[in-house]
């Protein structure tokens, strides 16, 4: 369930909370992306000491490897983990489609070779929510066909019309499952409760997970629309945006979320996949969007990019050899509280795995710390002056 705390006087920017089996959640809200059970380089001890509210993970990786039913029998996804905050799982539509070897699309689904070991497999709409029901994830998410960009109209209205029908078979799916009782009585309880409010943990194969839908149409703002509508037909908990960020540029990604912003139900959430950057993030928070994810502050940090509040800062670079300085000089990070830019060099230089740790936890918290000042701003009414100086003082 979802409810709208604050709104924003200037733009369609909220502050809401999601209830998931695994605690409340605020938004906006950015996932760092544990694709395989882990966020690279971090503990989950670290995700909480940095202020991660919510992580994501992938079916399609775990179905791969190590399997569902090791998952299973450790007691499902967050005891596997360690981490006993909300998970997000994406159907791993994507990853199938950019990553197998071979694949075959049809009605009935998608036949492919794992990009792990050539092994031939087949994964229907039904399937993807069985695998996260036993995954035991808070939000899970429907099989779709991601196009690339650009893509021509025929084929766009094709994998629209693919991902419309494999949404209304995951929701039947996802509604034919044992539930506990009264979810949503219980969602709704636990939010008139209060932020800090939790209903009863999901079982390992119980309906108290949320499903929500995803919309394509590439860059076709008619076929989004439609898309939009048809979805919101089916009915699900929440409203995904999938197909963008795959080498559109800026301004037409905006384009399309501007013209299907309005058509969203507002009382649902709305996530946008695979985005992003900074300014990208602000940007959608202004046209009403709640959730983000994207690999950006994990890849980055991993091959020597930081984010700063200046922008990005790639601490290989040699003008850093000898400077003292934090990574980031207004961030209080165990990172910048603790090294600087000189030997984080040092760490990367060397092959030192220390290096690709420390800066990962400092992208992954400024992050969060951006999420959580976006909120601020929205709660104390100044969000479009703070979208204003951030994007002054952010240089890409």
Known sequence: MFKVIVEDSETKARVGQVQTAHRVFETPAFLPVGTQATVKTLAPQDLKEIGAQIVGSNA??????????????AGGLHKFMGWDGPILTDSGGYQIFSLASFRKVADEGIWFHSHFDGAKHFLSPEDVIDIQMDLGSDISMVLDECTTYPCDRSYAMRSMELTLRWAKRSRERFSTLPSTSSPRAEQRSALEAGPLAERPRANARGNSQLLYGIIQGSTYLDLRKEATERTMEVGFDGYAVGGLSVGEPFELKFEVLNSISPILPFSSPRYLMGVGGPPEILEAVSLGFDIFDCTMPTRHGRNGTAFTSK??????????????????????????????????????????????????????????????????????????????????????
């Open 60 to 73: 399609y990786h775990l179905y791969i490897r190590p399997g569902i039913q090791v998952i299973k029998d």
């Open 311 to 396: 922008g990005k800062l790639v601490v290989r670079n040699s003008e850093y050899t000898k400077d003292q300085r934090p990574v980031d000089e207004e961030c209080s990070c165990y990172t910048c509280s603790n090294f600087s830019r000189s030997y984080l060099r040092h760490l990367f230089n060397a092959q030192e795995i220390l290096g690709p740790r420390l800066l990962t936890y400092h992208n992954v918290y400024f992050y969060a710390k951006l999420m959580k000042r976006i909120r601020e701003s929205i709660a104390e009414g100044g969000f479009a002056q703070f979208k204003k100086d951030f994007e002054a003082e952010f240089k890409i």
